[in-house]
């Protein structure tokens, strides 16, 4: 006898340690399983302590999400995102079922579940990203952009059976961090002589230093707006000091480390470029690259190879014992691809970016 299924919001405790945590403790584990599974990297998915104090913390975006289960056994979860600002139009979504219990109904029974959440709370546009080994198939998905290719996958079916379409691809790049350090050095110095006397590089590890809050609210609002996206439509975020210290608060949580190297226009006293690395409690773990960007105004002056290397050094001193550093970059970001190829990165999987509008 098939045991029915149930669907249920996922109980966000205060603390791990908390009688009512086992929900969100499960959503971690989970997260890990199904990257592992889809990629074999565990390390991309996020920990539930990772997670725990962004998920309570509500002024910049609301996350919600639900759990699947037959009887006492979890089959599948689903998160859905909300960023806060006025006018918002967006709901993000991750849908999270294991192999063993993908084409039981759980995945359809969950994504619906999410599209008539996103509907209830006036979002009319449906984001969704898929993981893809990095190989070739038979069954190759281009993106509108035409840049890259994913392989078709059983997620990559159902979404298109939904109406859901496949807007860009993303390259997830590894760089082993134990290698010779002195190549990075002398493309930093090329590229900060390049630059010239008009840019300045600027590093700290978070929280931001008061004086440069209002200079980084101002180009992490503009990570939105300049980054390619091919036809993805995101809402425009409206960034200020009070949100950095928010942002600054939810990151450093959980014992989390993150190193950031920005570069000042000097004559307009400006942030134009920053990247930031970002590892967990555990300083023998993966390295994330959280952020990188050049402004547009400001491109063509190697600022984002200067940031870039500037932190992979600084890193060195930071984490030194993590094994390698992971990034995801827009297949049509050539700029950025090039620079990650000339300092070493080497692709590991792809990202699908999916799309739907109710």
């Known amino acids: 006898m098939t045991v029915e299924l149930t669907i249920s919001p996922i109980t966000v405790p205060l603390s791990l340690d908390a009688p009512d945590a086992a929900d969100f403790v499960a959503l971690g584990d989970l997260g890990r399983q199904i990257c592992d599974e889809l990629v074999g990297l565990p390390d991309l998915a996020e920990t539930a302590a990772q997670m725990l104090v962004p998920w309570n913390d509500t002024e910049d975006t609301v996350h919600t999400g639900f759990v699947a289960r037959r009887g006492d056994d979890i089959v599948g979860m689903v998160t859905i995102d909300y960023v806060q600002e006025e006018g918002a139009r967006t709901a993000e979504i991750d849908l999270l079922v294991p192999e063993a219990s993908w084409g039981q109904g759980v995945e359809d029974a969950l994504l619906e579940r999410a599209e008539d959440e996103a509907r209830r709370r006036g979002r009319s546009i449906l984001q969704l990203w898929s993981l893809h080994r990095a190989t070739e198939t038979e069954r190759m998905l281009t993106p509108k952009t035409g840049w890259g290719r994913v392989t078709a996958i059983a997620l990559t079916d159902l979404l298109e059976q939904r109406g859901f379409r496949l807007e860009q691809v993303e390259r997830n790049s590894e760089l082993d961090l134990r290698g010779d350090v002195e190549p990075l050095r002398r493309t930093l110095e090329e590229a900060r002589a390049f630059a010239g006397d008009d840019y300045r590089l600027v590093e700290w590890n978070l929280p931001t230093p008061p004086a440069l809050r209002d200079g980084y609210a101002g180009v992490l609002a503009r990570l939105v707006t300049d980054a390619p996206s091919g036809d993805m439509e995101f809402d425009a975020e409206e960034w200020d000091a009070a949100r950095v210290v ?58 984002g190879m200067i940031v870039k290397c500037a932190n992979l050094l600084r890193w060195r001193e930071q984490a030194p014992l993590s094994p390698r550093v992971s990034t995801f970059n827009a297949e049509e970001n050539r700029p950025m691809l090039d620079i990650n190829e000339a300092v070493g990165f080497v692709p590991v999987s792809y990202a699908g970016a999916w799309q739907k509008k109710i």
């Open 246 to 303: 928010r942002r600054d608060g939810r990151l450093t949580s959980a014992g989390q480390l993150l190193s950031v190297a920005a570069v000042e226009h000097v004559p307009s006293a400006t942030i134009v470029a920053y990247n930031e690395l970002l590892i967990g409690e555990d300083r023998t773990g993966v390295t994330h690259q959280f952020g990188t960007l050049v402004t547009r105004e400001h491109r063509g002056h190697r600022l």
